[in-house]
């Protein structure tokens, strides 16, 4: 039923979608990609300098780490001003350069925003705790006494404010932003048109909120409807309004337009989740997302989380072709977070070196780009803020890159073919034994990605899926695996994968030898009319 549901959902799909509904967005971190000034830590100027790179992989558009002013101060760490760009990245003249650059390479860039929390240092905390007009709720607040801590309830950790007289809601030292505040939603809303007016082709946001999930809806529509106007006024694209959350499909559904104003797509974990899972629970998390998106929107899937692990070090190494070739072909737009394209593996930290709180928390999967294998990754002249990844030495974008059989390399033609007429606009997700297929037809071809999800061998009975082409030829395959580029498939015989073993199969069109569901239908409708018709006839 739900191969069926999603068959006839894809009915209404248009050639003519928006840029943003199929894009492959790439997810930079600016403190990690390049250094260019030497002291150690990235910036936009390295990464201006570098971002050919990144559409030359077959990304549209890059998502830049958050970038605005930050504390200096350990224990008030955050954001001090949303609009202001944080020196230690650059100036506003370097944004503009990496704007230019970004145009000339026709890609997009988009801005992340931390709309949760601010440093207790920002001007808009000390409005909050003096209780100025319009700010008064401006931050999460808790009435009680210093030596009796508020129990806990959406959050955890509270902090007393002496001269406020009361507790306020912090996570990681950060104090918690009440986005039920108006004056919080319009300050956050003229700072992404500010952002929007500078170039940016939208923002990344996270709008959950434990307090109340209705208000973090309200923001989402609300900045999107903001958006929208500042965009008009200034006579650029429609923007994009990427929200990231960590609530239920079925929650998280609700930032959604569905008729309206609201974020172009939500983010789905489906792929970055901790632990892997057989091809069932996969294949089910994959059709919850689809389903639960409204009418003509699609998820964003997301190799892996920006505070999570890299998949090399989630999955292993064997996964990383599997990860990406999975997610290229699925309909609606793709993140590929920064490394995951070379299967470059989280870094190891020795935490006595790791006692700065700058510029961000150290995360194993934040570890330098390797650029090469040189002593330095080409990273930077000075020394890397973080460890270079412990398998940077032939994981590099230099040997991936001119590698044909690198995990770079089937990443730039599964892009390219997602990019053909032969991708859209069905698709169908199967299981078949511990592998999971799916594939994207009614278009000049058929597309098809089988994936070995379980431990050991698995035999895939190609045959299962019902209007395949006799013969399918391979297009990208895994490294290590049997199956090589221009090798020809025979869809009656059993295909056989080891454990990550993945091919992406392209063939001449699908044909499913009868009436679809949808001719089917429009069959016993017709004659269901025809029967009624006769009693009306003169």
């Not at 919080?184 to 940016?200: F, I, N, P, Q």
């Not at 999955?315 to 299967?343: K, W």
Request: proline share 5%.
């Amino acid at each position: 039923m739900l191969v069926v549901a999603l068959v006839l959902l894809s009915l209404g799909a248009s050639l003519a979608e928006p840029w943003w509904n199929n894009a492959i967005y790439y997810r930079l971190l600016v403190d990690s990609f390049k250094d260019l000034d030497g002291n150690g830590l990235g910036d936009l100027e390295g990464a201006t300098k570098q971002l050919s790179y990144v559409r030359a992989i077959g990304a549209d558009a890059v998502i830049l780490s958050p970038i605005s002013e930050k504390s200096l101060d350990c224990n008030s760490p955050g954001t001090i001003d949303f609009v202001n760009i944080e020196t230690r990245y650059g100036t506003i003249d370097n944004f503009n350069a990496l704007l230019a650059k970004a145009n000339k390479l026709e890609l997009k860039v988009l801005i992340t925003l931390q709309l949760q929390t601010v440093s207790s240092n920002s001007i808009l905390f000390n409005s909050s705790a003096e209780r100025k007009t319009g700010f008064e709720d401006g931050i999460v607040w808790i009435s009680g006494a210093a030596e009796e801590p508020p129990a806990s309830r959406a959050f955890r950790n509270w902090t007393w404010h002496e001269y406020r007289g009361a507790y306020y809601a912090t996570v990681n030292k950060e104090a918690i932003l009440n986005i039920c505040s108006e004056s919080v939603v319009a300050m956050l809303s003229d700072a992404m048109c500010e952002w929007l007016k500078r170039g940016a082709a939208g923002v990344l946001i996270n709008p959950d909120f434990l307090m109340n999930y209705e208000c973090g809806e309200r923001l989402v529509k609300r900045m999107a409807k903001e958006a929208m106007a500042c965009s008009g006024n200034q006579n650029y694209d429609a923007p994009v309004i990427l929200v990231e959350s960590s609530l239920e499909p079925e929650v998280a559904t609700k930032y959604y337009a569905e008729g309206g104003v609201g974020a172009n797509s939500v983010i789905s974990y489906a792929f970055s989740t901790k632990a892997k899972r057989p091809a069932v629970g996969l294949a089910l998390d994959l059709h919850a997302a689809l389903l639960y998106s409204p009418q003509d929107t699609t998820p964003a899937w997301l190799t892996s989380r920006s505070d999570g692990n890299r998949i090399a070090t989630r999955y292993g190494s064997e996964m990383v072709d599997a990860v990406i070739l999975l997610t290229l072909i699925l309909p609606g737009s793709v993140i590929i977070q920064q490394g995951d394209e070379l299967g470059v593996a989280d870094t190891l930290l020795d935490w006595t070196d790791t006692t700065n709180c700058w510029p961000m928390d150290y995360i194993p999967s934040a570890a330098p780009f390797p650029w090469d294998n040189s002593p330095k990754a080409n990273f930077t002249t000075g020394e890397p803020w973080m460890p270079l990844p412990p398998n940077y030495r032939y994981k590099n974008a230099k040997s991936e890159y001119g590698n044909e059989l690198s995990h770079v390399s089937v990443m730039k033609i599964a892009s390219a073919m997602r990019k053909s007429a032969a991708i859209w606009p069905h698709v169908e997700i199967k299981v078949l034994s511990d592998a999971l297929a799916i594939l994207r037809w009614g278009g000049s071809g058929s597309l098809l990605v089988v994936s070995n999800l379980g431990a050991g061998l698995t035999e895939a009975q190609l045959s299962k899926i019902p209007g395949l082409p006799a013969e399918m030829t391979v297009a990208a395959s895994s490294g290590g695996s049997s199956l090589s580029p221009g090798n020809h498939v025979t869809v009656g015989k059993t295909l056989k994968l080891s454990h990550g073993e993945t091919v992406l199969l392209v063939g001449p069109p699908r044909h499913c030898g009868g009436p679809g569901p949808v001719d089917k239908i429009t069959s016993k409708l017709s004659e269901g009319w025809q029967k009624i018709n006769k009693y009306f006839n003169i």
